[in-house]
């Protein structure tokens, strides 16, 4: 378990720098002087693609645990 953990941690610190933008988002803002704008485009990618990854091992860590506690008894 703590193996499994560890590895899900990793994964996740890994992904954090990767630019995730469509052709079109990328055209337009490589023509922007500062790129600090494309910079916000791409962390607001990360943050929308990884919430949904969040919310569902959430619940399947729940899950798991529920029914771990039921097999204890």
């Known amino acids: 378990m703590k193996k499994t953990i560890l590895l899900l941690v990793l994964i996740f610190i890994v992904s954090?720098?990767?630019?995730?933008?469509?052709?079109?988002c990328r055209a337009v803002l490589e023509s922007e002087e500062g790129q600090s704008t494309a910079e916000g485009v791409n962390n607001g990618i990360i943050y929308l693609m990884?919430?949904?990854?969040?919310?569902v091992g959430g619940i399947g860590y729940f899950i798991y645990r529920k029914f771990s506690k039921n097999k204890v008894k």
């Open 16 to 24: 954090i720098p990767a630019e995730a933008q469509c052709a079109m």
């Open 50 to 55: 990884a919430i949904p990854y969040l919310l």
